[in-house]
């Protein structure tokens, strides 16, 4: 019902840049969006979302630095991230909220930060 593809990612040198995009397909409403970040033998944790209305929010560690954003006739949701560091290295997952509690997850696209 709720198909999410990353596109994105990459190598960056710290202070550097990337945008991830996540192509959503859906027969039903997708109510929040967000991206998430798993680094080697870390949980997987929140570095940005949006709400269906364009509510933002950021944790403390993407704060400044990260901007989530949706087109809805592109169906797309776009994370910026910018001055990234090397404790930004991991592997970034799109995920689309709908109904009561059901939630769906892309493949995921590493980001690796490294000189």
């Known amino acids: 019902q709720v198909h999410l593809v990353e596109l994105g990612g990459g190598l960056a040198q710290p202070g550097g840049s990337l945008r991830l995009s996540c192509e959503v397909t859906s027969e039903i409403k997708i109510n929040a969006m967000g991206w998430y970040r798993q680094a080697p033998g870390k949980q997987r944790e929140l570095v940005a979302s949006i709400s269906s209305s364009g509510t933002t929010y950021y944790p403390g560690s993407s704060k400044g630095r990260f901007t989530i954003s949706r087109d809805n006739v592109k169906n797309t949701v776009y994370l910026q991230m910018n001055s990234l560091k090397p404790e930004d290295t991991g592997v970034y997952y799109c995920?689309?909220?709908?109904?009561?509690?059901?939630?769906?997850w892309g493949q995921g696209t590493q980001v690796t930060v490294s000189s």
């Open positions: 995920n689309a909220k709908f109904g009561l509690v059901a939630d769906a």
